[in-house]
């Protein structure tokens, strides 16, 4: 039986892009269709590095490519929309890098796009699509380790970083929230789903935007999340899952584990391995195809109603820590 292939194209092609690319081929039924840049010669150059067909020296001429199924958008943040609609009009379906926008209204309006032209749409939150993950979020529902009471997840990167880098840029969404954050905040919803309440404090950097954060968040059966993300420290970037029967414990990495440990009360430390090849993008790309295949127009495991809540959890982080972009 002949394999279906899934045409991909690229635009955006920085350090995200490249370690996409890289993965590609580990998702079975992918072909390396075209990139796209705002540069010809970019884009020339990353086709013939990773192996694309094509290389379009515009978003707009690769989402007219007929011969493109769907775009996965690497741009930074603050450019997500205007790209990922481009591709929509042009009646591609679309795998947004993540934060998908900059906020809610913006994540809403792609949305309604997305349902308006009939495509796919999906948050490229690849850690929701990572087989340890899944097993995690399985275990949990299961009740392996009883009611859930709290949840610790932190994502730091050692700084600092010039006034003029992304992440410090709020013109391009710069902050360790929208970069990193999300990450603690997606897991702790995989796990709990949204919450009731939401706390924040920042230390803003000259240009207005968090490069330390702490976010809590609080659930109605009395669950909590405590959460860091930083751009001046390389914290141990792991996660745990607290219950009254027992624990999971999520290694540095948390968001694209290999492997996790399941502690419970009388049992001797169980740890689950899941190894796989590359970086782990391949996942989500396999989702993407299998959705796309099936005629569906989101991702169970990402649906859209997720992302927008995501966002506005976000949104209401900001306003508590007065970054606005």
Not at 124 to 140: H, S, T
Not at 208 to 222: H, S
Not at 261 to 269: D, Q, S
Request: hydrophobic fraction near 45%.
């Amino acid at each position: 039986m002949t394999e279906q292939k899934v045409r991909w194209g690229i635009v955006g092609l920085g350090g995200i892009a490249a370690q996409f690319a890289r993965d590609l081929p580990l998702a079975p039924g992918a072909e390396l269709a075209a990139v796209g840049s705002r540069s010809a010669e970019t884009a020339a150059a990353f086709a013939e590095r990773f192996g694309f067909a094509r290389a379009y020296g515009s978003y707009a001429e690769l989402a007219a490519d007929p011969d493109v199924d769907v775009v996965y958008v690497a741009t930074p943040h603050a450019q997500h929309l205007d790209a990922a609609l481009t591709c929509i009009e042009g009646g591609k379906a679309v795998l947004v890098e993540k934060p998908i926008t900059l906020d809610l209204a913006s994540a809403a309006s792609l949305v309604q796009a997305a349902h308006t032209r009939g495509v796919f749409l999906m948050e490229a939150m690849w850690m929701r699509l990572n087989p340890a993950v899944l097993k995690v979020a399985e275990l949990v529902a299961e009740g392996a380790i009883g009611w859930v009471s709290a949840i610790h997840a932190d994502f730091g990167l050692q700084g600092p970083f010039e006034a003029e880098h992304r992440l410090r840029n709020p013109k391009l969404g710069g902050g360790a929230l929208l970069d990193l954050g999300v990450y603690p905040i997606h897991l702790a919803h995989l796990i709990m789903g949204a919450p009731r309440s939401v706390q924040a404090w920042a230390h803003l950097t000259p240009e207005g935007v968090d490069e330390n954060t702490g976010v809590l968040l609080g659930w109605e059966a009395g669950a909590v999340a405590a959460l860091t993300c930083s751009i001046n420290g390389n914290s141990r970037n792991g996660a745990s899952i607290t219950g009254t029967d027992g624990r999971i414990d999520l290694p540095p990495g948390f968001f694209v584990p290999r492997e996790f440990v399941l502690n419970r009360p009388n049992h001797a430390p169980e740890t689950f391995q899941f190894p796989f090849e590359g970086n782990g993008y391949q996942f989500e790309a396999a989702e993407v195809q299998r959705c796309i295949l099936a005629g569906d127009l989101e991702s169970p495991h990402v649906p859209h109603a997720t992302t927008l809540e995501i966002m506005g959890l976000l949104d209401t982080i900001r306003d508590e820590i007065g970054v606005a972009y």
